[in-house]
């Protein structure tokens, strides 16, 4: 067993839920509203130094009952020593945790694919869309158990969605590193990336849009 | 080489002259294809392999990879293609100009293949219309060059009297490139994917 588990249960009580050891992982469960305060503590106190943050990813359960748990795989660069920490998040409840991306800049795209394929939101983040799919996707999110497996619209609908989607609008200034360059940029180019625009799905029996 | 005369009877100088033109204007199109490489996946390696020195695209006049849609007369759709790339390959499809045609390569452009999944369109033809498909998961250099034969003598049968195989037919008012039951019904599982039916 990992002996930051230990130091976690001594900091930090019963926000420790369970710990047990996995295939030789050492696996936390953590209370959903102090996740952050103990992600900051294991990755800034002297001793733990979880400084890498490999993956955040969920797992939702085939027995519906059980809760959808996120998942951070953390990494020691100094002490060369993994770490997995969950977060429960019941599905009654709001599936909602907060954002990593103030401890880990890394946070930012791993917290947007958990977004767009469990529905999770993380408070907080920047910059939260779909990373995976695009932005007018609306047949919900693809990784749940009760999605299924060929999408929820028929075939046609589908491909007219896609097919209407502005391949262009997915990129935020960020995202295309063009933040500061932005003023040699088209006027139209410029304006449409100020506002924000993404693609708008027309209605089945209108034009184009 | 028979012509198709869409005027009805002609006299004997007219269809010599007009098959003359169609043998010459036919030759130099079949052997100086540029193709616009669309590749997605691992037929895309298989398509390198193709025009690679062991087999040797240059042989069929297409040294030349077009990698803009604007000088490029086959669009080569190497690779599965998903929903979010579909706006993709339409566009670059609209930007080709005529005379331009389609080759879907391997079985996930062709029909899915085993991704008969959300994310997945089910065969390129959906999207834009194709004129040679090739088979295969991926196909060997040998498919494809097979497939470009196949499309040469496609080529070499058509007629520059007959307008209509050059009319363009962008996206209709819904934005489909045919009517959706026609989607659906190509869109429909086949083989091993009718057992897929797990949804929980």
Redesign the interface.
């Known amino acids: 067993m990992n002996p930051s588990v230990a130091a976690l249960r001594e900091r930090f009580g019963g926000a420790v839920t369970r710990s047990f050891e996995s295939c030789g992982d050492t696996i936390v469960h953590v209370d959903a509203t102090r996740a952050i305060e103990i992600l900051r503590w294991l990755k800034d106190t002297p001793g733990q130094d979880y400084n890498y943050l490999a993956d955040i990813t969920a797992v939702e359960h085939r027995d519906g009952e059980r809760p959808i748990e996120i998942v951070y795989e953390l990494f020691s660069l100094t002490r060369k020593v993994p770490l997995r920490v969950k977060v429960e998040l019941p599905k009654a409840e709001e599936l909602a945790v907060d954002s990593a991306v103030p401890i880990w800049a890394g946070a930012n795209w791993l917290e947007r694919e958990v977004f767009d394929m469990f529905g999770v939101t993380f408070r907080g983040h920047p910059d939260l869309r779909r990373i995976l799919m695009w932005e007018t996707y609306a047949e919900g999110y693809p990784l749940r158990k009760d999605f299924p497996l060929r999408g929820r619209f028929s075939r046609s609908e589908q491909v007219r969605q896609a097919l209407n989607a502005n391949p262009e609008a997915h990129y935020s200034m960020e995202e295309l590193a063009i933040a500061n360059v932005a003023h040699e940029l088209p006027a139209e180019i410029r304006d449409r990336l100020a506002r924000g625009q993404r693609g708008v799905i027309p209605d089945p029996e209108g034009g184009r849009g | 080489m028979k012509t198709v005369s869409p005027h009805g009877s002609e006299n004997w100088l007219t269809t010599k002259m007009t098959s003359l033109v169609d043998w010459g204007v036919n030759w130099g199109r079949a052997n100086s294809l540029w193709p616009m490489p669309f590749g997605t996946a691992c037929c895309a390696i298989e398509f390198m392999a193709t025009a690679a020195s062991r087999f040797d695209l240059a042989r069929f006049g297409m040294e030349r990879m077009s990698f803009s849609p604007r000088q490029a007369d086959v669009l080569i759709c190497a690779g599965r293609l998903p929903?979010?790339l579909?706006?993709?390959i339409?566009?670059i499809y609209d930007q080709m100009p005529q005379p331009k045609w389609v080759i879907s390569m391997g079985a996930c452009a062709s029909s899915g293949g085993i991704f008969?999944?959300?994310?997945m369109?089910?065969g390129i033809d959906?999207?834009v219309p194709v004129d040679v498909y090739v088979p295969g998961c991926p196909p060997r250099p040998e498919g494809l060059l097979y497939g470009i034969g196949l499309l040469q003598k496609k080529i070499k049968g058509e007629t520059f009297r007959d307008a209509a195989i050059r009319e363009e037919h962008p996206?209709d008012?819904?934005?489909?490139?045919m009517a959706?039951?026609r989607?659906?019904e190509?869109?429909e599982?086949f083989g091993n994917s009718v057992h897929?039916?797990?949804?929980?």
């Not at chain 2, 897929?196 to 929980?200: M, V």
């Open positions: 929903f979010k579909a706006p993709v339409r566009r008969d999944n959300y994310a369109v089910q959906t999207v996206l008012r819904r934005g489909l490139s959706p039951e989607i659906d190509l869109s599982p897929q039916t797990r949804s929980a």
